[in-house]
């Protein structure tokens, strides 16, 4: 985009007009983008985690974490460690984590937390006797803020699920994202919302970071469902840019079960030239979303989308989507009906062609790792494998 139109772009936003040039035509709210944000795309936890203990260890005045699962394990227990130092070192620690997803971290784990000075609070209880309790809604969010001078968000949990196999752990695939500039504090106003919500102890929001003067991308715009009227933002912006993209959709999803409005946009998609892949996990640990999935792949060959699925010695668990190598994002949002209606989520969207061109080559070299799936081997399936795919498709909005 050139200088004269990236002004006329500010002009309008000033006048809150829609922008219906360039790769702006890819956000339904152009005015919501940060400019002067560095974004940084992190691979699984072999990259993720060092980078994030390291700015909790460079943290000076304040430390946020969002987090559905976190476990007691040797990932776990790092983290836990890096909180309590800083804690302990007069750092504001809040920390806030899902009763579900970290339904087996103990008591005496969180206990050790709070002894060194961190506020930890346990989002939604699954117990009817305690306040906020809940079975269905469920913070899936995976947010850490540092100083609000970086913040992480993504699809890794704290977990050796992603840690590598020689480091004794899971090697799951997924991808997490640093960010330094204005956007650091939208994943903190996110943090805050829930934090509040759940009758955590009241604080002011820091004001927004000064703009990143490096290399940054073209702009970047955080969104995140803490309240109702949010839950249909992160759908449309994936509709939009669907519904104008000209060339490619590039998506890795690990539980992959869009509404019906999503399934034509991609066949619309198609019908219009556009090549349209699907990155799924091949073995998934929740088996039943799997299924569900899986009935569905039919309908979306025959609709010119390709599905392809990783190999099945590792779990993918990314949550990513790449469109006209200008549209990209990256974040904890499923493309089901859980992450439409019942979890907290958040996502990052950007807009950036050389970060879009970045993660397209990546997935190249990803998608030649994956078989494609066919009509053929779909019709294969045995009976009881159909079945159980129509089973658990009618279950899916719980799921």
């Known amino acids: 985009m050139s200088k004269p139109l990236f002004r006329g772009f500010l002009e309008r936003v000033?006048?809150?007009?829609?922008?219906?040039?360039?790769?702006?035509?890819?956000?339904?709210?152009?005015?919501?983008?940060?400019?002067?944000?560095?974004?940084?795309?992190?691979?699984?936890?072999?990259?993720?985690?060092?980078?994030?203990?390291?700015?909790?260890?460079?943290?000076?005045?304040?430390?946020?974490?969002?987090?559905?699962?976190?476990?007691?394990?040797?990932?776990?227990?790092?983290?836990?460690?890096?909180?309590?130092?800083?804690?302990?070192?007069?750092?504001?620690?809040?920390?806030?984590?899902?009763?579900?997803?970290?339904?087996?971290?103990?008591?005496?784990?969180?206990?050790?937390?709070?002894?060194?000075?961190?506020?930890?609070?346990l989002y939604h209880p699954v117990a009817p006797w305690r306040?906020?309790?809940?079975?269905?809604?469920?913070?899936?969010?995976?947010?850490?803020?540092?100083?609000?001078?970086?913040?992480?968000?993504?699809?890794?949990?704290?977990?050796?699920?992603?840690?590598?196999?020689?480091e004794g752990g899971k090697a799951w695939f997924d991808w997490h994202v640093g960010v330094e500039g204005p956007a650091v504090y939208d994943l903190a106003a996110s943090f805050r919302h829930t934090w509040l919500h759940e009758?955590?102890?009241?604080?002011?929001?820091?004001?927004?970071?000064?703009?990143?003067?490096?290399?940054?991308?073209?702009?970047?715009?955080?969104?995140?469902?803490?309240?109702?009227?949010?839950r249909w933002r992160m759908h449309r912006s994936y509709l939009w840019?669907?519904?104008?993209?000209?060339?490619?959709?590039?998506?890795?999803?690990?539980?992959?079960?869009?509404?019906?409005?999503?399934?034509?946009?991609?066949?619309?998609?198609?019908?219009?030239?556009?090549?349209?892949?699907?990155?799924?996990?091949?073995?998934?640990?929740v088996a039943a979303v799997a299924h569900a999935s899986r009935h569905i792949h039919k309908r979306l060959i025959q609709n010119g989308i390709r599905v392809f699925e990783w190999p099945p010695e590792r779990m993918m668990h990314a949550k990513l989507g790449i469109i006209d190598d200008v549209w990209s994002t990256i974040g904890s949002y499923n493309l089901d009906r859980r992450s439409l209606y019942l979890n907290l989520e958040v996502m990052l969207v950007t807009l950036d062609e050389q970060l879009g061109h970045e993660l397209r080559e990546q997935f190249e070299k990803d998608i030649a790792r994956c078989t494609e799936v066919t009509i053929a081997k779909l019709d294969a399936r045995g009976p009881w494998q159909k079945f159980l795919d129509w089973f658990w498709y009618q279950l899916r909005s719980q799921l």
């Open 131 to 166: 306040p906020r309790w809940s079975i269905n809604r469920r913070d899936h969010k995976k947010i850490l803020v540092v100083d609000n001078r970086v913040g992480f968000t993504g699809g890794i949990n704290l977990s050796d699920d992603n840690l590598p196999i020689e």
């Open 241 to 285: 840019a669907i519904r104008h993209a000209h060339h490619d959709i590039s998506i890795m999803n690990s539980y992959f079960l869009p509404e019906l409005g999503l399934r034509r946009a991609f066949r619309a998609a198609v019908q219009r030239g556009v090549s349209v892949r699907v990155i799924l996990p091949q073995t998934s640990d």
């Open 14 to 121: 000033r006048r809150r007009e829609r922008v219906g040039r360039g790769p702006w035509k890819y956000v339904p709210h152009p005015q919501r983008m940060r400019r002067h944000t560095r974004v940084f795309p992190l691979r699984s936890g072999s990259e993720a985690f060092p980078a994030m203990l390291d700015a909790i260890a460079k943290a000076r005045v304040s430390v946020l974490l969002e987090m559905y699962i976190w476990n007691d394990d040797v990932t776990g227990n790092r983290f836990r460690e890096a909180f309590i130092d800083r804690a302990k070192n007069g750092c504001t620690v809040r920390i806030l984590y899902d009763a579900v997803g970290s339904f087996s971290l103990p008591e005496s784990f969180v206990d050790t937390l709070r002894d060194a000075g961190a506020e930890v609070i």
């Open 199 to 230: 009758g955590g102890t009241p604080y002011a929001l820091p004001e927004v970071p000064p703009p990143f003067l490096g290399r940054n991308v073209l702009a970047v715009q955080v969104i995140s469902s803490v309240r109702l009227q949010d």
